[in-house]
């Protein structure tokens, strides 16, 4: 944006990852579910429980009490264990829609989990940036569940 022209670079974002998991793909998606939901942390300010209602059409939000809160997504698709996808704002409160989406399959002494996140709109440098890094940090979490699950 340089030169004041916006390209379709500063409009999108692509983020993927592959997390690969020792806990069979049940408990991962349930370790991911709970992650993602009320054991919700950030890396800089600790927890942030969400409410995750795991169902189509079942919002993902921060409850902050007293009808107060911050609607992050819908969920666009779940098919237990194998995919849970999102659509909408996430922690943007600006013109921005995402699509988040986890594919897990069963592979040797564990669980793939592919995940992806795309989002179209006006993104700020601040979470161009930061997104990265928080997503990591949610998937390490996650992934820490379920194999302490697995040796539970």
Same mark, same amino acid.
């Given at each position: ?10 409009? /999108?974002?692509? +983020? /993927? ?7 069979? +793909? ?34 993902? *939000? ?11 997504? /819908? %969920?666009? &698709? ?17 013109? %921005?829609?995402?699509?988040?989406? *986890? ?19 006006? +993104? ?7 997104? %990265? ?8 979490? &996650? ?10």
């Amino acid at each position: 944006m340089g030169n004041g022209k916006i390209t379709i670079e500063d409009l /999108t974002l692509k +983020i /993927t990852d592959e997390i690969h998991v020792r806990a069979s +793909i049940a408990t991962t998606f349930e370790s991911l579910l709970e992650q993602l939901g009320p054991l919700n942390e950030t890396p800089d300010r600790g927890p942030m429980p969400m409410k995750l209602e795991a169902w189509p059409g079942g919002r993902w *939000y921060r409850e902050l009490g007293g009808e107060n809160g911050h609607f992050w997504a /819908t %969920v666009q &698709a779940i098919k237990r264990p194998t995919l849970l996808e999102f659509y909408g704002p996430l922690f943007m409160s600006y013109p %921005v829609s995402s699509n988040v989406q *986890y594919r897990l399959s069963e592979e040797p002494g564990g669980t793939l989990i592919k995940f992806r996140h795309l989002a179209l709109g006006l +993104i700020e440098d601040d979470h161009r940036k930061g997104v %990265v890094g928080g997503w990591g940090f949610i998937h390490a979490r &996650a992934k820490a569940l379920a194999e302490n699950r697995r040796l539970n």
